[in-house]
């Protein structure tokens, strides 16, 4: 069904967009307007009335490409014929082997085998799971001190995508853990009183 937008939604969008992905995006939109819009309508919307994040998701100049230097880590068929059976490769990385992502993110190598989102993860879900069992549906590890080298059980917090778009759009992420902490308590009330004011408009 066709969505008119009015003129208050598409101004919360541009405030919201830059420091919100597009998938917390509509869960806020949504919660906000009690609307049940769907990601190919959002992001129609964000084309069509030129909304923008203000993120280019491409490197500044000057800045080292983090697959540099690692030909073929990213090609997860390969080159069918660049090994003849039983040959090991000059590049290949053992089981434990970690490195940083592009977004700072510390990857650990947890395979030989299977595809490359398979064979290598985030280590601080790894080291988060192997703890408490896999991370339930509808909920991300956040890090309380901001530092994504931290990774320790004592800094990492699981939260809702529902606490974190309420934490994104309130600044409530800090360097120190408690305040993180408290931020965390209080994107719970945002998102309680959210949902008290919008049962109250339906009256």
Not at 98 to 108: A, F, K, N, Q, W
């Amino acid at each position: 069904m066709r969505h008119t937008w009015t003129h208050e939604q598409k101004e919360f969008l541009r405030k919201h967009y830059p420091s919100n992905s597009q998938r917390d995006l509509l869960f806020l939109l949504n919660q906000e307007f009690q609307l049940n819009i769907n990601m190919n309508q959002l992001k129609a919307c964000l084309t069509n009335h030129n909304i923008k994040s203000g993120r280019t998701g491409q490197f500044e100049k000057g800045t080292t490409p983090v697959n540099k230097g690692t030909k073929g880590l990213y090609n997860v068929g390969g080159n069918r014929t660049s090994f003849k059976k039983g040959d090991t490769p000059k590049n290949y990385k053992p089981v434990g082997t970690e490195r940083i992502d592009r977004d700072g993110y510390v990857l650990i190598k947890v395979s030989d085998s299977g595809t490359w989102h398979e064979r290598w993860r985030h280590k601080h879900k790894v080291v988060w799971e192997k703890a408490n069992g896999p991370i339930p549906k509808g909920h991300v590890l956040i890090f309380l001190d901001q530092n994504k080298l931290n990774i320790s059980l004592e800094n990492l917090q699981l939260i809702t995508r529902a606490q974190l778009a309420r934490m994104n759009q309130n600044k409530l992420f800090h360097l120190d853990p408690e305040l993180t902490k408290t931020g965390v308590v209080i994107a719970n009330i945002y998102t309680k009183m959210g949902a008290l004011n919008r049962k109250e408009k339906t009256k």
